[in-house]
């Protein structure tokens, strides 16, 4: 059986801004548009496989249905609802993942100041 795809407001955001950093670190549009489409051919395969991720509560301390996979050194966060599957983020490895999904601050960073 197949699933549905949808994206969130904010995913189809974070696509637009990994290209724009891509084309703007590398000056190369084509890079660009490369890796966006080897994300989204991996978002696609959900379709298909929706429970290809990983449960996000194995790496978290949070209560969360969330489940996330990585391509292209982006985390894929995502969840499955009655045949659909509902991508929420597409962030960076380097962005602070706890904090943008569930505004929650790592100890060492609240007393780091940051």
Do not use: C
Not at 1 to 11: C, G, S, V
Not at 43 to 51: G, Y
Not at 70 to 76: A, I, L, R, S, W
């Amino acid at each position: 059986m197949m699933y549905r795809l949808q994206y969130a407001p904010a995913a189809r955001q974070d696509l637009r801004q990994i290209k724009a950093y891509i084309i703007s670190e590398f000056s190369d549009s084509n890079l660009a548009d490369t890796i966006i489409r080897k994300i989204t051919k991996s978002i696609r395969q959900l379709e298909v496989f929706p429970l290809k991720g990983h449960p996000l509560t194995n790496m978290i301390d949070v209560p969360t249905d969330y489940l996330y996979f990585v391509t292209e050194k982006n985390y894929v966060f995502y969840r499955t609802e009655a045949h659909m599957v509902k991508v929420v983020r597409i962030l960076n490895e380097r962005q602070d993942f706890m904090h943008i999904l569930f505004g929650i601050i790592e100890a060492d960073d609240w007393e780091q100041g940051k």
